[in-house]
């Protein structure tokens, strides 16, 4: 037998291909799976929240606030005994609702005020000192009331479970795809919240107006935020709620449309 | 946010630096290949009898390992969740099993011929809940045989 020597080009197991288009084509498949998934989603657990009950909300309200146990104010303090006195203000005019409202004031510098499942709404000190008048704080404690009767926590929970679940299921943990995703549908979430933001506020000057008769409160606070903010407005499009310029329009057109008095 | 610049930048690195790793690997080995194609390589033993008298012989192994980058781990990942043929990795195994059998034939380069070549592969991955494959070893063996170099016709 005589040995032939030929030379073969030999690339019949690694024929050429582009990486880069499978790669894209592959993530934009997914992403799209994905998106229309959280959407569809999303619709559906908007179908279901108003059917949730208040008592099934405190119990898993429950397990949120109790984190917050420790670094409540005495129930005594000036500061508690004053959001105390304006949520029973308001909640004389608010609409019916199977809710019992607890109010907290929490000892940090946080400029923020959260609506906790359950009812329970806490304001922050931070806030507290930057309120110059009642008026404002009631806008802030209607916002959240609002929040409550939107039930907007509800969902928000559903949609961030199911988009935490997902992408563990199958990127699995700590997977740099994991983050890619997640970081896309939190960007389509926070699009939901600011409209869930935006209805907060206009139940919130609805309720200021029927407590006070006026919705001197509403504007003056946002011109404030809008003055110590330092974020640019693009940035706004990354967070829950909208940048106090769009506040200030979208209150301003709700005052124009309801005709409320100044 | 931190966690999606980081990926970006880890997916740019694998991508371009694999890229042209690969493209170089590639041309090295269809170099070698070219010089080394005269050197007969069989993988049959004594089953075909051979011409001339084997006067001594010895073993010849070559073996390669060769990483995946963050890219093609990346891709990997998507592949597996839809199937189909997983050409970032076909890559990986082509180069490794080419280049130890570059690297067999390098280790005797006076020998008359090797024979009973055979190639086994095999991952090397650490140990992640992800079933990545880390790296992947290729081992090309086979007996190397020195005849009498003086008949040059037949085997």
């Known amino acids: ?262 | 946010m931190e966690n999606l610049i980081i990926f970006i930048v880890l997916i740019s690195l694998g991508y371009f630096a694999g890229r042209y790793a690969e493209k170089r690997h590639y041309e090295s080995i269809k170099a070698r290949e070219k010089a080394s194609f005269q050197f007969p390589m069989v993988t049959f033993g004594k089953k075909v009898p051979l011409e001339n008298a084997i006067q001594s012989a010895e073993l010849a192994t070559g073996s390669a390992v060769i990483s995946i980058d963050y890219f093609k781990r990346v891709l990997a990942h998507l592949r597996m969740l839809f199937g189909g043929r997983l050409m970032a990795y076909e890559t990986l195994v082509d180069r490794a099993r080419r280049e130890a059998v570059l690297r067999m034939k390098e280790s005797v380069p006076n020998s008359t011929m090797i024979i009973n070549v055979r190639i086994e592969t095999s991952s090397i991955s650490k140990s992640e809940n992800n079933n990545s494959l880390g790296s992947v070893e290729a081992f090309a063996y086979g007996t190397a045989i020195y005849t009498d170099q003086s008949e040059k016709e037949g085997i």
């Open chain 1, 1 to 262: 037998m005589k040995f032939v020597p030929s030379y073969i080009e030999g690339d019949e197991n690694a024929p050429k291909s582009s990486p880069l288009k499978e790669f894209f084509t592959l993530a934009g498949g997914l992403l799209l799976i994905t998106v229309v998934l959280f959407v569809v989603l999303g619709w559906v657990s908007e179908l279901i929240v108003p059917h949730i009950s208040t008592d099934l909300e405190k119990k898993l309200g429950s397990t949120i606030a109790s984190q917050f146990e420790d670094d409540k104010l005495l129930e005594s303090d000036d500061d508690a005994l004053r959001v105390k006195r304006l949520l029973d203000r308001l909640l004389k005019y608010a609409p019916r609702k199977e809710y019992e409202f607890f109010i907290w004031v929490i000892n940090t510098e946080e400029v923020n005020a959260v609506a906790l499942p359950g009812g329970q709404i806490i304001i922050f000190k931070g806030l507290l000192e930057k309120i110059e008048n009642d008026n404002e704080l009631l806008f802030v404690i209607a916002h959240e009331l609002g929040h409550f009767y939107n039930r907007d926590h509800l969902r928000g929970l559903g949609r961030g479970l199911t988009l935490a679940v997902l992408s563990t299921i199958i990127l699995g943990q700590d997977s740099g795809l994991s983050s890619l995703f997640t970081g896309t549908l939190t960007t389509v979430d926070r699009k939901f919240s600011q409209e869930q933001e935006s209805n907060a506020d206009k139940f919130a000057l609805e309720l200021l107006h029927k407590t006070t008769g006026s919705i001197k409160g509403a504007m003056s606070f946002f011109e404030k935020i809008d003055r110590d903010e330092q974020l640019s407005e693009i940035l706004y499009f990354f967070t829950t709620h909208p940048s106090p310029k769009n506040r200030i329009k979208f209150i301003q057109q709700e005052i124009e449309k309801q005709n409320y008095n100044e």
